[in-house]
């Protein structure tokens, strides 16, 4: 009977053909000329591998998996096969093993379950006796032990951490190293075993326990001063290394085991950390290394490399340091652009420190800027910057600007605002400022940030002596090129500001031009008509003509422009030509007031991105200094009955920010933002002697607000308040204070709408009193979704300096099943952590 | 993918081998991710080492890892490590490695690690454990290689058909 069933499983086999070797089955699947013939071959042998392991074939089941591996390192799924990783590490046989446990390494994961049936098999390969076994079983556990299984092993490696066999304790030294990374309160258990590991001759071992040593040391104070007394025996041990002649089984490049000098190099470095002592006694040593060790190839660099790092990082003596500095100098000179970089990224962080030693490789480190690997030529970028200083302030900027009209475009935006940074520290004088700013604009103009446009009209403003040279290079520069946008911008506001001088040919620090009132009107208007100009440049351009009315003698050709934009398909273009309209028929007499020359501003940050890149810089007429108008009395007051005009005696329209491409127009948004307030009865202003509206505009809107990050650090925690709750519109405000200027406010407004029809167009405004200043920047949306399926917010930023109660008045508009709507409504019930 | 992992700044995360056509021929990783983020960060990497020019360095920033790639024939090694580690080591590294592939294979080619990947790997797996070295002696890594390449054939001897077929 028994021998019929075994002849019959015996017919059985032969019929089932063996399934195809690994090396077979790499040249098929290496013959298919598509992905998807690919995939076919593939799934054919997926299917036959999985009914082999559906068999429980013991004899396959190693080539089985091998090619599974080889099929989930073409990127197919391979995870039915991990039980067999299991079984095949279980077995008996090394070949099971071999495979089994690279199986697991590639197909488990320490996320699953299922890993950790692996350990009790790990466990018994521990201690195999067959140092290969226990060797595989080490590195698995070393390379992806999990937490648990760490635990659970943690014992058997401590055992073999001790073991006199050198190719097992070598491993059972790393795999130590990921048992305390994964486990860190179980680094005590393998502190006995430490004892003796420094003694070893076997170069693996001493590698390894290195390893360990620094592990353990890194993650423990106490383990750290404990290891602290190993110093002298780590610096015989590197000393001989140096001093040992040719050792062939550890030679590379005629240098003695570098691996182990650089892991030496290293825990020096942490044990000399703030310890006196210890740096004293590795000064020689690192002195010897840094001298001696051969410079010509690759790896005699990696050793100084890390002998400069350790230099840099302990107590070492100023001598050390500046041998060590010298050694990254010498680097930066280097063929080889490896070393380059690797020089430049340590001078990067030692420049803090050893600024002076630095300095000394400043030329090669601004030749570096030259060179063509884009990650050399930036830190070459970066280091420049953190050189300059006031000495070389203008030598640097040579080769700093050179550089920035040959970059790549990725470089410029931060080379310019290097320029602009160093320019104000260390600019020698207000014409050099001026000059390099402007070459700036000229060769890497649409690069710069958009606040280098306010704040480079802010330095011109205040830069008396220069307005007339200024203007004058501004206007050549103009009539080169007029399509970088910064530039033209800054260009039209001084040429609308300083027109009159660039007329009257006043300029003394270079030659005047001639330069005739209509000729400077074709440029500003060339502007305006150019396809090259964006919306905001011809906002600039427009204001600026208008200005001129004031500065130049002849008129008619400036009210004819202004007319004739007054129906400009630009919405921003038309508000402002029609106000400008108004300024020229209704309000004449007020004109030369407020279109006066500006007053110095108020320098408040001289840096950070701010609100200013949305309103351009441009500056309320209304927003004048009483100081500086000595000269006109009376436009104060009209300036003022111009906001009475608006209605209300104590309420003082927005600003209204509209989206970046949109700046603020002069006069007339504050007409139409409150024209049909009725607060009080008609048009016609009562004379009031109220005091002029605060200075600062400017300094409000150049005091680096924007961006939410600066409102990160504040300890807010002021409730919200519901300012507006009708007809089933519910608005709500929520607050934040800056810790950087306790005067503003940020107020954000979400909207929502408990009704079952959205209401669209809708537009929220806000007035605040006479002392309060306002900025509403645009909101999220227009429409608010029924049924509070999503809310419309917009954020309110409010100045008080004079620390006031708040109060609002708010207007509302929306669209709601087809009808208008309008409220108005004052909000009072503000907490007094948001204005106090 | 954002895994608070506290380290020292020291550690290779991997090693990753990959043809000029972007093949992946080898993949070690010695930090827990899953199939999928492996696959990411594969394809991205090979994407950005394989876009380098020829006269760039051997190093880049990427993410919060320092990558270092040499290309060896139609081969690139490219190795992930922390931030405090010592780029110029690390290629020292990966060059031993060569060493050892080409030691082995007798004039190592892409070929011989395509139709070799598990040997690549054992090798592999001598020399560096938890990507760290654990053995600086070339002869000592071959010689162990050689040793265990022993123990597999004794384990394979000859089989009578009968046992081929898994009767006996």
Known sequence: MRENSSFFLVLLRLRMPAPIRLRELIRTIRTARTQAEEREMIQKECASIRSSFREEDNTYRCRNVAKLLYMHMLGYPAHFGQLECLKLIASQKFTDKRIGYLGAMLLLDERQDVHLLMTNCIKNDLSHNTQYVQGLALCTLGCMGSAEMCRDLAGEVEKLLKTSNSYLRKKAALCAVHVIRKVPELMEMFLPATKNLLSEKNHGVLHTSVVLLTEMCERSPDMLSHFRKLVPQLVRILKNLIMSGYSPEHDVSGISDPFLQVRILRLLRILGRNDDDGSEAM????????????????????????????????????????????????????????????????????????????????????????????SIKRRAMELSFALVNGNNIRGMMKELLYFLDSCDPEFKADCASGIFLAAEKYAPSKRWHIDTVMRVLTTAGSYVRDDSVPNLIQLITNSMEMHAYTVQRLYKALLDDVSQQPLVQVASWCIGEYGDLLVSGQCEEEEPIQVTEDEVLDVLEGLLASSLSSTVTRGYALTAIMKLSTRFSGVNRIKKVVSVYGSSIDVELQQRAVEYNALFKKYDHMRSALLERMPIMEKTTANGPTEAAQTNGEVEPSALDSKSLPSVPQPTGQ??????????????PVIQTAPPTKPVSAGGELLDLLGDLSLSGGPAPPPVAAPPMSVSQPAFLLDG????????????GIPPMTAYNKNGLIIEFTFERSNLNPNITVITIHASNSTEAEMTEFVFQAAVPKTFQLQLLSPSSNVVPALKQGTVTQVIKVLNPQKQQLRMRVKLTYTHKGSAVQDLAEVNNFPAQAWQ | MKRKRLNTGFKMQFMLLFSRQGKLRLQKWYVPLSDKEKKKITRELVQTVLARKPKMCSFLEWRDLKIVYKRYASLYFCCAIENQDNELITLEIIHRYVELLDKYFGSVCELDIIFNFEKAYFILDEFLLGGEAQETSKKNVLKAIEQADLLQEEAETPRSVLEEIGLT
Do not use: P, W
């Open chain 1, 705 to 716: 607000l924007s961006s939410q990050t600066l409102f990160n650090d504040v300890a807010a």
């Open chain 1, 639 to 652: 300036v003022n009955d111009l906001l009475d005009l608006l209605g209300g005696n104590d309420v003082v």
């Open chain 1, 283 to 374: 000064n020689d040593i690192l002195a010897q290394v840094a001298t001696n060790t051969e410079t010509s190839k690759n790896v005699g660099n990696a050793i100084l490399y890390e002998t400069v790092l350790t230099i840099m990082d302990i107590k070492s003596e100023s001598g050390l340091r500046v041998l060590a500095i010298n050694i990254l100098g010498r680097f930066l000179l280097n063929n080889d652009k490896n070393i380059r970089y690797v020089a430049l990224t340590s001078l990067l962080k030692t420049v803090q420190t050893d600024h002076n030693a630095v300095q000394r490789h400043r030329s090669t480190i601004v030749d570096c800027l030259k060179d063509l690997d884009v």
